[in-house]
């Protein structure tokens, strides 16, 4: 199995030996054969184990078989324990998420920190089959098809083509000790019912199981890829602008689709939405409709739709400026108050007022329904929900909307619209100049 490594390295990792690079080493069969045959590679590696605290004795065993083993290989070795039961109940994981997350935030962190170019994992081409069937039962799209990557970011499997007999034949040949860990054996767990019930009796079936598995794998990869690049090809058709986080979908390509839901399906999916004939009848919706799904949400607008993160949910700081402030920062940029002896054209992000009407402090705050101002130049008092109305804000906007304040009075609709109560006349002595800047 060496020289299959060996060459299977060289044809599709070569990066990794000039790099350095972490192993994670739970003590189980895969990873510590992992760790044998990268070091015959003379790969520049370090060992990471997690000892989660799951199984009493035997989780410390793991740990101080691991830490043998780096001294027997004069390997570096890190070393983490975890509360995992109670990461899991805090953040209404299952034990097996639990550790996942713990496991590679760690991963990450040590990467970051003492400057790692790659992590190792021993997922082999038994896990993968193991996988493919998990999201089978549970119901997925392609993507949950087409198997583990054999490298996701910084995170490389160089064993996903080797079988995990494969793998153990090797191990007893080389009278490599490992350890088992006794949870395997449980078939409480999908994925060991299906490793120890169901998979051995599909290979009874057919021996080339998992060969007929890795090219069915390469057929699915392909198809996923001829559908990524029609979805690209829709997209930059679809999308009429991307920037500050908010994506601009245009409603007329998205409807002339043919097989729609199946594209809406493969765009918005990685954004966590799962209710697509939602998706669909929002194409049709009165604006201001909204959909939502853990971490996004998509706003009908008017002949666009708009994907933008859920906002963070906090308490609307209400700034406070005194007379002698010459700027402060909000939430989505910087005001400025300049004394000015003219007034010049003003812009939207500017406006000039006659200061001896402004009583002092002044406030900033988020508009709230019931607000109401008087437009520069307009015909009296407006509600401001009338006039973002006519002024065909979006959701987006108004959210993003803050009102410069004297008292109870609104001097600036910032960005938008100054008020008549406090406009430059020719009687007034002191201008203040005050713009706002992103």
Not at 18 to 47: F, M, P, R, Y
Not at 110 to 135: G, K, Q, S, V, W
Not at 157 to 168: D, M, N, Q, T, V
Not at 402 to 430: G, H, M, P, Q, S
Request: hydrophobic fraction near 35%; aromatic fraction near 10%; include cysteine.
């Amino acid at each position: 199995m060496q020289k299959h490594f060996q060459k299977y390295l060289n044809n599709h990792f070569s990066f990794l030996k000039e790099k350095k690079v972490l192993i994670a080493i739970s003590g189980g069969l895969d990873s510590v054969v992992l760790t044998h045959l990268c070091k015959a590679e003379n790969l520049n590696i370090s060992l990471a184990h997690c000892n989660f605290n799951l199984r009493d004795l035997e989780s410390n065993e793991d740990e101080a078989f691991v830490l043998n083993l780096a001294q027997t290989l004069n390997l570096e070795v890190f070393t983490q324990h975890f509360n995992t039961t109670s990461y899991a109940q805090e953040n209404n994981l299952s034990i097996q998420m639990a550790a996942r997350t713990l496991r590679y935030n760690w991963f990450q962190d040590l990467t970051e920190r003492l400057n790692f170019d790659y992590i190792l994992t021993a997922h082999h081409a038994d896990d993968n089959l193991e996988t493919f069937l998990i999201n089978l039962t549970r119901g997925t799209g392609l993507s949950g098809l087409t198997g583990i990557p054999e490298t996701n970011g910084n995170i490389v499997r160089p064993l996903l083509k080797f079988s995990r007999e494969r793998i153990e034949n090797f191990a007893k040949q080389e009278n490599i000790k490992w350890r088992e860990d006794s949870s395997n054996a449980s078939t409480k767990y999908l994925r060991n019912k299906l490793r120890h019930e169901i998979i051995p009796k599909l290979k009874e079936t057919n021996p080339k199981l998992l060969q007929n598995f890795d090219n069915t794998l390469e057929h699915l990869k392909d198809a996923s890829s001829i559908i990524e690049s029609s979805v690209n090809s829709v997209l930059k058709q679809a999308i009429s602008s991307a920037e500050n986080g908010e994506v601009v979908y245009e409603i007329s390509e998205l409807s002339k689709l043919k097989n729609k839901k199946a594209y809406l399906v493969e765009i918005f999916k990685p954004y966590g939405f799962t209710a697509f004939n939602d998706i669909e009848t929002l194409l049709s919706a009165q604006s201001g409709k909204q959909i939502f799904s853990e971490t996004h949400r998509l706003i009908k607008d008017r002949t666009q739709i708009i994907l933008t993160a859920l906002p963070v949910q906090q308490d609307d700081k209400i700034f406070t400026i005194t007379q002698d402030v010459k700027d402060i920062t909000l939430q989505n940029g910087i005001l400025f108050f300049d004394k000015v002896k003219e007034v010049k054209k003003a812009f939207n992000n500017e406006i000039f007022v006659d200061e001896e009407t402004l009583t002092y402090p002044l406030t900033v705050r988020k508009w709230q329904d019931g607000d109401y101002f008087y437009p520069l130049g307009g015909n009296g008092k407006k509600k401001l929900s009338k006039y973002f109305k006519d002024e065909k804000l979006s959701l987006l906007d108004k959210e993003k909307c803050f009102l410069l304040c004297n008292a109870n009075k609104v001097v600036w609709v910032i960005n938008y619209r100054a008020d008549e109560r406090f406009k430059v006349t020719e009687n007034t002595k002191k201008i203040l100049k005050i713009s706002f800047k992103k």
